[in-house]
């Protein structure tokens, strides 16, 4: 079977077009935002994914959550088949071990987008919340022994129920926390920041028809792909590998090594952590969607700036 052709063109256009949705979606989030966390420092991040669960397009204002994103809706499709989604379902989640998170500040919230009674794509966005309970205000602490310290634990729930808010849920996730008005604002803005990437996403497919545009979306991930492999295979072939040191596992203990190896094969990456330090007592450790986004960042920032951030870029690189 021969490799597909790409017009150039109409992809730079659907890109273009996808980017569009998400640099819309982010402005909204900042912008209708009531923390400072979000509309200032701007510690967010928007996405728009396939029906399948393929990211195709992220505005990322940090790199950490090219990881907490995907995670998260990774976790969603596990907890909530497609199969079990209604029209007008929103899910959100925290936590780093039972939904694929980052740090339980970050609360991400997911929206299926239907077309004709099918998923064709899940409109997302995490945004690093200013404070979720927890032992210390802004739920962060180096020296915290549990995640049971850090705030309130959020597996995947459903928020929006076939287009019904579940205001005991958004309260109860609410008075959990130091700023509840705050928190319940926030988390209306990410659902509604969803909805606007969701009709955006309706008019795009009204406009090409849905096998056009998934068509498209096969293109442009091989497409991503096919580009980040070129990049691997202008590298010259081995194993390096390099190590650095925490000064400490958090409660002040021995440095703690960071060690990796990097082996390049043909146009294959892969990236090795064995020989790092164990489990920190503190809370130092980094959940498996983290230490994802850290390596997929560097992969783009070092081989190929400009490449698209979709799903293309992560099946290049084995972790």
């Given amino acids: 079977m021969g490799v597909r052709m790409f017009d150039p063109i109409a992809m ?79 899910f959100l989640c925290n936590d780093p071990y039972l939904a694929n998170g980052t740090h339980l500040p970050d609360i991400s919230v997911v929206t299926p987008v239907f077309i004709d009674g099918v998923v064709e794509f899940l409109a997302a966005n995490v945004g690093h919340h200013a404070d979720v309970g927890g032992a210390v205000p802004g739920s962060i602490a180096g020296g915290s022994r549990s995640i049971f310290e850090e705030g309130i634990r959020l597996p995947v729930v459903r928020i929006v129920k076939a287009g019904e808010l579940d205001t005991e849920m958004l309260n109860l996730i609410a008075h959990n926390t130091r700023d509840p008005e705050e928190r319940s604002l926030d988390l209306r803005v990410q659902i509604a920041t969803n909805e606007r990437g969701a009709t955006a996403a309706r008019e795009l497919i009204a406009q090409m028809g849905v096998d056009a545009v998934r068509r498209s979306i096969d293109d442009i991930i091989a497409y991503t792909q096919r580009r980040i492999r070129n990049r691997i295979a202008e590298l010259k072939p081995g194993e390096y590998s390099f ?29 090795d952590f064995t020989g790092s330090g ?34 293309g870029l992560f099946e290049a690189v084995s972790i």
Avoid: W
């Fill in 243 to 271: 190590t650095n040191y925490l000064d400490d596992d958090g409660m002040g203990g021995d440095p703690v090594p960071i060690a990796v190896t990097v082996r390049v094969d043909g146009d294959r990456l892969s990236v």
């Fill in 12 to 90: 730079e256009v659907f890109s273009n077009r996808l980017l569009s949705i998400t640099e819309d979606m982010n402005n909204t989030l900042v912008r209708s935002s009531f923390s400072t966390n979000i509309k200032e420092r701007r510690d967010c991040s928007v996405g728009l994914f396939d029906g399948r669960g393929r990211l195709i397009a992220q505005g990322t204002q940090i790199p950490l959550h090219l990881g907490s994103l995907d995670g998260s809706v990774t976790a969603v499709l596990a907890a909530y088949p497609v199969a079990k989604m209604h029209e007008g379902d929103v």
């Fill in 278 to 311: 164990k489990e920190a007592r503190g809370a130092m450790n980094m959940p498996t969607n983290a230490l994802n986004a850290c390596v997929y960042y560097s992969v783009k920032a070092l081989l190929d700036p400009e490449l698209l951030p979709n799903a």
